[in-house]
């Protein structure tokens, strides 16, 4: 861990920098309308109960720092990806350890610095929040509420770091890797909706609708992270360094990459209703996509591959 620790210490610290600047900023923004829209004692009556509060039902509060998510997204691209870029895995692979034992420590380092990072920038969101009281308001948390909702944000952060983390490990070429992640996140949008028509079909939009709805996406988060860390250290032990460059760096993942490509996005596409015809023509397009993506060479890489006189 002291070996890790001095390697990822500045890129760490700058991350954290980020994740406490982001942090201020988005609760600074939070507290823009409060004087018009809240009086009285604040969250006191809102989170009494052992439940989710999302900023969905809580308007302009929120009880977890949003930004936390994408601070967990980077945190988990930059130690997979960044280890390929400076050849650090090379020097971890010739220590002396094991892989498992060293993809389990760079996991908690990972996940430790998230804590770490959640924890200061939960303190400076709520003294925000503190200073941006208005004359007849009060501040009084509701401890269920609170750790309920936290933990729920955390579970999603830690999800959104093994996401980064998982691709990372896979993807080893890094502006493909940043666009893979980017339309994954963009998709999201619709899988949500997807999710609240299958499990609440009829449910009106509420308070216990939202908690109810937050359950489920937090099942789906758990088990995403029960997945892809431990077939990650899988991987991580089968991981060979002349596939460095490559797009995917285990062949064998062509196909499950695939069908979860287009199982994902079917669903995304017949959950959302949309028009038989166009979007069959979507859908078509997006596999054709995925096809040439994953098995034909792209035109940069055959570009650079016959002019360095490298067979393909």
Do not use: C
């Amino acid at each position: 861990m002291q070996l890790l620790w001095r390697h990822y210490r500045r890129r760490m610290g700058a991350l954290g920098v980020i994740a406490v600047l982001l942090g201020f900023w988005l609760a600074w923004s939070e507290t823009g309308s409060w004087s018009h829209q809240l009086t009285g004692a604040i969250f006191d009556a809102q989170i009494h109960q052992w439940t989710v509060y999302t900023q969905a039902t809580m308007g302009s509060l929120s009880l977890y720092p949003g930004g936390l998510l994408f601070m967990g997204l980077l945190v988990g691209l930059l130690l997979m990806n960044g280890d390929l870029k400076d050849h650090f895995n090379g020097f971890l692979f010739m220590s002396g350890y094991r892989r498992t034992t060293i993809y389990w420590h760079k996991a908690l380092l990972g996940i430790g610095t998230l804590l770490a990072m959640a924890l200061v920038t939960t303190v400076i969101h709520y003294a925000v929040y503190l200073s941006h009281l208005a004359p007849g308001q009060t501040f009084n948390l509701a401890l269920p509420g609170l750790l309920t909702s936290w933990g729920y944000g955390f579970l999603q952060t830690v999800g959104f770091f093994t996401i980064g983390w998982f691709a990372a490990l896979i993807v080893g070429q890094t502006g493909p890797l940043v666009i893979t992640v980017a339309g994954f996140l963009v998709s999201l949008i619709g899988v949500v909706p997807v999710i609240e028509r299958l499990w609440f079909p009829t449910q009106p939009v509420s308070a216990q609708a939202d908690a109810r709805l937050a359950g489920v996406l937090a099942l789906g988060w758990l088990l995403a992270i029960v997945i892809l860390l431990p077939w990650g250290a899988w991987l991580y032990r089968r991981l060979s360094l002349e596939n460095d460059g490559h797009y995917l760096l285990f062949a064998g993942l062509r196909w499950p990459v695939f069908l979860v490509y287009v199982v994902y996005l079917g669903l995304i596409f017949v959950g959302n209703h949309i028009a038989w015809s166009p979007m069959t023509l979507i859908y078509a397009a997006f596999v054709v996509f995925g096809y040439l993506w994953l098995w034909r060479p792209h035109p940069l890489e055959w570009w650079r591959r016959r002019h360095t006189g490298i067979e393909k």
